[in-house]
């Protein structure tokens, strides 16, 4: 071999080495917060450098001026509001105007509307957002074990966007050459599954069929756990997605111990586990419904509505826009708050 292939070479190795190093780790400072008993590992991590990114992205805008009241009823000045139409007319307007601003300030009214008819149900966003109304109701006044009194609004998750940017839709089979065959699910790089071999997606089994996510045993002996490997790496796969969602470590929700008990957690698991079960309901009771009111063009590859996931309303942050409330301007946006059974509790499986 010349030298001159050796050189080559060399800097050929370099150049790969520098791109690993650049892309696989994470640059300087890293700061970390102990949230346990010191030497035991319960910290979480951060860069300030990402941090300040991330607060930038965060933010809530302003809301429109208040008005004074019109001393009528929506219903009473426009027709056809099946949702709004007890609010006053003139903070009926201040809110449709926030809205705008939320979901298409680029579009404008004419994205829900038609604008020669404002009454009429077309186009189809105009019954998509009526029902993502209903939805927000739904969420600020059943939810509160998750969202409690800072709720959302719609821009929790569109963030000035028509369509919002962390959604998910069914994920089409994925297949390889030669003996590989079928892949399983897994065995190939996903963002969901933190760019490992984790399968590709986690969300249809547990934020939208329901599947039970514990798979570790409660006993030192745990004869009666039927919980494979295979089911085991789909928890992590979750696992993944929500600590890249909420930008946390591990120990944010779980004990460095023993991860399974709950008498060892931290507050957030419990906030967590809500959030799981909201997040599923969410996609069942709402999103998937409206499949047929969709155009082909806003559906995913194999026909499925878009769906969320946790990344959808937290975006890299542990709490949504850092826990900024998104209801105290908005007190329409809170339905019913309905009882609560025993079974809707974390001991539950």
Request: with cysteine; hydrophobic share 40%.
């Amino acid at each position: 071999m010349s030298v001159f292939t050796m050189r080559l070479l060399a800097g050929i190795s370099a150049a790969l080495a520098f791109l690993l190093v650049y892309y696989a780790f994470e640059f300087p400072p890293v700061d970390s917060v102990q949230r346990g008993y010191r030497g035991l590992a319960m910290e979480e991590n951060s860069n300030p450098r990402v941090d300040r990114a991330k607060v930038r992205a965060n933010q809530l805008p302003e809301p429109a001026p208040e008005t004074d009241k019109a001393g009528q009823k929506a219903s009473e000045v426009y027709t056809n509001l099946k949702v709004l139409g007890d609010m006053d007319a003139n903070e009926f307007l201040r809110l449709m105007t926030d809205m705008t601003t939320w979901v298409s300030p680029e579009q404008g009214c004419a994205y829900c509307h038609d604008e020669n008819d404002l009454a009429a149900d077309r186009p189809y966003t105009k019954i998509v957002s009526r029902r993502m109304l209903e939805m927000v109701r739904y969420i600020n006044g059943s939810w509160k074990t998750h969202v409690v009194d800072t709720g959302v609004t719609c821009w929790a998750c569109h963030r000035g966007q028509p369509v919002p940017a962390s959604v998910w839709y069914n994920d089409a089979p994925r297949t390889a050459q030669g003996a590989a065959g079928n892949r399983a699910g897994q065995n190939v790089a996903s963002a969901a599954g933190g760019l490992t071999a984790l399968p590709v997606d986690p969300f249809t089994p547990f934020i939208k069929e329901g599947a039970d996510v514990r798979v570790i045993s409660g006993t030192a002996l745990p004869a009666g756990n039927r919980a494979s490997i295979k089911q085991t790496e789909w928890t992590y796969s979750l696992m993944m997605h929500i600590s890249k969602g909420l930008g946390v470590n591990c120990t944010y929700c779980h004990n460095s111990r023993s991860f399974f008990a709950w008498d060892q957690s931290t507050p957030q698991r419990a906030t967590a586990w809500y959030g799981i079960r909201m997040t599923r309901d969410i996609n069942t009771q709402f999103l998937e419904p409206l499949t047929p009111v969709f155009p082909a063009s806003r559906l995913g590859p194999l026909g499925d509505v878009a769906k969320v996931n946790c990344a959808t309303c937290h975006e890299g942050v542990y709490k949504p826009l850092y826990g900024a409330s998104m209801i105290k301007d908005y007190p329409i946006l809170v339905g019913p708050t309905p009882a609560r059974t025993a079974s809707a509790a974390p001991g539950a499986k």
